[in-house]
């Protein structure tokens, strides 16, 4: 078990240095195209470079974002000019960590092997249940930063709010978490292809969403200061 538990360090420690290989180097032709997105705009690496104009900054800036897309799953939403993102590694059905999901029994994490943990960043004091999420809990004007965990119970699912945002997706840490909360949990009729996050601002503040395949899981949240 101890040597067990010591490879799954290594191996996320390895994956972490080179933030998922397996996703930035998904394919051969994806590799290609973004080979030929650079090429297409001279500039992109520096925006200033002579001769560049508004609109190649603006392609570029496209073009960056449309490739960090591919790489990650995220969402933002801005409520009274503070902006809340969620942010994890790309996360496709065809993940061995997508069929887990159905295994799980109550008690259990979902682990995510191919990513990071998922991640919630926060410009506002967030309540989820009867907890606050505040800001600056890693650092004096900053953002709150937060990991989110998915944990199995026997009617359902909570979400587990953890002050460790910055870990590999094995790296659970219970000392670390300040918060568990009961979720809304339903099939959808017509599943995603990967992880996806949805934040939605409400008239109490907020809704984040995790869709993945057939799964959705829902929080409400309100918007503290």
């Not at 392609?59 to 969620?86: G, P, Y």
């Not at 870990?167 to 009961?182: L, N, S």
């Not at 503040?205 to 918007?223: D, E, N, Y």
Request: aromatic residues 8%.
């Amino acid at each position: 078990m101890m040597g067990r538990t010591r490879l799954n360090w290594v191996l996320a420690a390895v994956a972490l240095l080179s933030f998922a290989p397996a996703t930035h180097s998904s394919s051969q032709e994806q590799s290609n195209e973004e080979a030929k997105e650079a090429v297409a705009v001279p500039s992109e690496a520096d925006p200033e470079a002579e001769g560049a104009t508004p609109e190649d900054t603006e392609e570029a800036e496209r073009r960056r974002q449309r490739r960090r897309m591919r790489l990650v799953t995220a969402a933002d939403l801005s409520v009274d000019d503070k902006e809340i993102s969620l942010l994890t590694g790309r996360q496709p059905v065809d993940s061995p960590d997508y069929d887990t999901v159905a295994t799980l029994r109550a008690g259990d994490m979902l682990l995510l092997t191919q990513s990071q943990t998922i991640k919630l960043k926060t410009a506002a004091d967030l309540k989820v249940g009867d907890t606050v999420l505040e800001t600056e809990n890693v650092a004096e004007d900053y953002p709150g930063v937060y990991g989110i965990w998915l944990k199995k119970v026997e009617d359902g699912w909570h979400f587990i709010f953890n002050e460790k945002p910055d870990v590999w997706g094995t790296m659970y840490d219970a000392e670390k978490d300040i918060a568990e909360v009961p979720v809304a949990y339903t099939t959808l009729d017509e599943p995603t292809e990967r992880m996806v996050f949805e934040l939605e601002e409400t008239d109490d503040g907020g809704l984040m969403r995790i869709k993945w395949g057939k799964h959705q899981w829902s929080l409400p949240f309100a918007v503290v200061n």
